[in-house]
């Protein structure tokens, strides 16, 4: 059976790839897997239908025969551990490619979505400044800490791994902030990744649904 997923019919990031079925979508160009998008609107994402594979009404979810998933992390886990090209064979270096998925959802993207969201959603309190200073702290420390650890090298730890598609799907949330053009290194891994065809197919594909929608409107 083909795979299917779900993605916002209007994502928010109007085409940006920002949502997090990027990363699914990314992962199965990555390892050659053909799949199927099932779009949602908002409303359909909180109905009865979909809640049976997402409690939290959210996407993506992943679909293939029996096996239902949810969050875009143990999407990637899942895809990179069933089919070749997004973990290495050694042992050892397969399990810092998983702490490396895991450091880009637990450590890096929590201060840059509150970031983000604060700069949405806080623009007319009289604290805006004040917490966007200090949130801005918060991204620049981690980006400083990944900055050294990533030095010169062009991925985290070796080859390209699910860990650096996860980490460049992360910090793809910066764009348009200036906060990572700071680090020379981790613009330029970022930009590394973007080049990979899988993800230009990837890409390109959430992209044709904005327009797509645009079309339509």
Known sequence: MTITITAFE???????GQARDMRVRWALEEVGRPYEVRLLSFRAMKEPDHRRLHPFGQIPTYEDGDLVLFESGAIVLHIAGNQAGLLPDDADA???AIAWMFAALNTVEPP???????????????????RLAVLEGRVGERLGELSSRLG??????????AGDLMMVTVLRRLDGSGLLE???????????????PAFERAFAAQLAVFAEGARDR
């Open 182 to 196: 700071g680090y020379p290194n981790l613009y330029a891994y970022v930009a590394r990744g973007e080049a990979r």
């Open 94 to 96: 397969r399990a810092r």
């Open 10 to 16: 209007r994502s928010p990031d109007r085409g940006g």
């Open 112 to 130: 840059i979505v509150d970031h983000e969201m604060a700069g949405l959603l806080d623009r007319d309190k009289p604290w805006h400044d004040k």
């Open 152 to 161: 010169d090298a062009d991925w985290l730890d070796g080859a390209f791994s």
